[in-house]
């Protein structure tokens, strides 16, 4: 069973720039959860989206955003970007209708860094 | 707020030695726990996990109960090899629906040969 896929594995913008990250999570799952993993902050909640809705949001601007699609892959964007924005960004992915203890399994990451 | 509280690493030990990483908690009601562990230039792996007071998750060597009466939920193992360096994180799923996991700010853990 393949995992957790992101991509790109690294991105390279300049302040200002707008940033997508892609995600696709394991067959069968239908939720899609994106973190942030800063230096010195943590892993910290962004986003949960599940079937194509965004159900809960962390204590992010704006700026970032997202979407899932039909087949349950997800996109994050980063508008504006600022460089404390500068992180790995992880996504994961869960079966709640299967249980709700189910956990999240979890992507490599794509290393975002902002010049 | 809910929270996790991890000890702070890094952890040194030798080869085969005993490693304990200690999770405390806050929350309300009976939150899920978790433990995963993140290699080098990796995401994390799911190490273990446990859904209510009294359980005992365990994998590849790894053991933690979860302890309601002390908040706690320490990981261990008896005998740790250098391939068990790497990030270890605690983490809690709360009782209400959010999605989200509250992660504990990770303990280093490096074995030396």
């Known amino acids: 069973e393949a995992g957790v896929t992101q991509s790109p594995t690294h991105l390279i913008k300049t302040r200002g720039q707008q940033a997508t990250l892609r995600c696709s999570p394991i067959?069968?799952?239908?939720?899609v959860y994106w973190y942030q993993q800063a230096l010195g902050l943590g892993l910290q909640f962004l986003l949960w989206y599940d079937e194509g809705e965004e159900r809960n949001r962390g204590n992010f601007p704006p700026r970032f955003s997202g979407r899932q699609f039909p087949n349950y892959s997800s996109e994050l964007n980063v508008n504006a970007l600022e460089l404390e924005d500068s992180a790995l960004y992880l996504c994961?992915?869960?079966?709640?209708?299967?249980?709700?203890?189910?956990?999240?399994?979890f992507g490599d990451g794509t290393r975002l860094s902002i010049l | 707020g809910d929270s996790v509280t991890q000890m702070e690493g890094p952890v040194t030990l030798s080869e085969e030695a005993f490693l304990t990483i200690n999770c405390t908690y806050t929350a309300t009601g009976y939150p899920s726990l978790f433990w995963y562990v993140q290699y080098p230039g990796e995401g994390l792996q799911l190490l273990l996990k446990a859904t209510k007071a009294d359980d005992k998750g365990s994998n590849k060597g790894f053991e933690a109960t979860y302890r309601k009466e002390t908040t706690s939920f320490h990981l261990e193992k008896g005998s740790v090899q250098v391939s068990d360096s790497a990030v270890y994180f605690c983490?809690?799923?709360?009782?209400?629906?959010?999605?989200?996991?509250?992660f504990g700010q990770g303990t280093t853990l490096q074995v030396k040969p």
């Open positions: 983490a809690l799923r709360v009782v209400s629906n959010t999605g989200k996991l509250i």
């Open positions: 067959s069968g799952h239908t939720s």
């Open positions: 994961a992915s869960s079966d709640p209708k299967r249980d709700s203890n189910q956990p999240q399994h």
